[in-house]
């Protein structure tokens, strides 16, 4: 407010999106975040829906399975001050990624808003479900049709197992009840950090760089030295 000057002059301050850019003070939003969300607006499906079983091939689960593992999140939050635990499966995706967030929201329903996730990143679409039962049918979905290791899958059984135990205690908790949902979020809290198998951690003494006839180093995630 302090920056508005009544001139002819442009005058500039930060976008309120979040995005990092600078608007003219006499706009709601940057030029960037204007035509950003002129395109997805339409877009948008704020109403929180249910899972259509009916409408999903087991094919389809099996894809966004994999999809999920690479790009989702199964979360758990306190919410009221701790009194209650909420179970929340988010992803996003660019948010020119229209037609793959519609098909999600036709199939499995949940709300899709737009967002800015960091300034100056493009803005993305976010896909969320809440809902004990849909949180639920869908972990059970997911952990059928995940063949992959995927690490996330730790994420899905632990809050699989946290809404059995939810659905098994009273709605309103008991402080050991609550002691014992807050306890679930730390766990998923804590399979969550970076760690690095011993395993894949491979120590090189210095200055062997070189490497005698016949040794190869097979490492597919790093192109081929001198070939
Ligand atoms: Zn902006």
Redesign the pocket.
């Known amino acids: 407010m302090g920056t508005q000057l009544k001139n002819n002059f442009h005058h500039y301050e930060p ?7 600078l ?1 003219d003070v006499r706009a709601k ?2 030029r ?2 204007y035509h950003a969300n002129r395109r997805i607006r339409q877009h948008r499906r704020p109403n929180q829906a249910n899972p259509q079983p009916a409408k999903i091939s087991r094919e389809w689960m099996i894809q966004f399975a994999g999809l999920f593992m690479g790009e989702g999140t199964i979360s758990l939050h306190p919410r009221n001050q701790g009194t209650s635990v909420g179970v929340k499966f988010s992803m996003s995706l660019r948010a020119d990624d229209f037609a793959l967030m519609d098909d999600i929201y036709e199939k499995l329903g949940g709300v899709v808003y737009t967002t ?1 996730d960091a300034p100056r990143l493009n803005p993305v679409l976010r896909w969320c479900l809440t809902g004990l039962d849909d949180v639920e049918w869908l972990l059970r979905q997911l952990v059928a049709s995940t063949i992959i290791p995927a690490k996330k899958l730790r994420d899905v059984k632990l809050c699989l197992e946290f809404i059995e135990w939810r659905k098994s205690v009273p709605y309103h908790f008991s402080p050991e009840n609550r002691a014992i949902a807050l306890s679930f979020v730390e766990r998923l809290r804590s399979i969550r950090v970076f760690k690095v198998p011993d395993s894949q951690v491979v120590s090189v003494p210095l200055g062997s760089s070189d490497l005698s006839e016949g040794q190869t180093i097979s490492s597919p995630g790093c192109p081929g030295q001198g070939t």
Do not use: D, R
């Not at 976008?15 to 850019?21: A, D, K, M, Q, S």
């Open positions: 976008c309120p999106n979040g995005c990092g850019n608007k939003q940057c960037h975040c800015c």
